[in-house]
């Protein structure tokens, strides 16, 4: 097996990107990233390679994720400021849009919408995509592909 220096140099991008594809905050999600590969120092003896480390790092990054917003959700009242993402972008499509696209990428059934979310939100590959989830990057094309269609033929449905 790698050392970790060397798993982190190989795979703490990958691992970041899936983060900010989740949390949309750099600063969370370097810290997230930091505390993904302590833990995975911690508990190198349970890795028992059925499946690969990249999976098994985002795994962990992922239940770090959640246990954050647990956090945040006991401690913090949401802040509207926060929500307000504010781009050009997002002002010509209009909140009611966007939160009308939101609604129907959340409602997409799995594998579809975390896709969409790391390709779309995380600026992932579809080489990464197919890394995080254990599949190839063909898979994580067609799977995106389909994604969007459905997501398109729900938009058309309602206008």
Known sequence: ?????????????????????????????????????????????????SCRISTWLCAIAKNLYLTQLRKDREHEDIDEQEIAVGSAEDEALGSAAKLE??????????????????????????????????????????SFYRGKEKLRKEVEEHE
């Open 101 to 142: 696209l939101m609604k129907k990428l959340h409602a997409l059934s799995e594998p579809y919408r975390e896709v969409v979310y790391l390709r779309a939100f995380g600026g992932l590959s579809f080489a990464e995509i197919g890394e995080v989830l254990g599949k190839t990057e063909n898979w994580a094309r067609v």
């Open 1 to 49: 097996m790698q050392s970790m220096d060397e798993l982190y140099q190989q795979y703490a991008r990958t691992v970041f990107k899936y983060l900010k594809s989740l949390c949309h905050k750099d600063d969370l999600a370097e810290e997230l990233t930091q505390e993904t590969f302590y833990q995975a120092i911690r508990s190198i003896d349970r890795f028992d390679g």
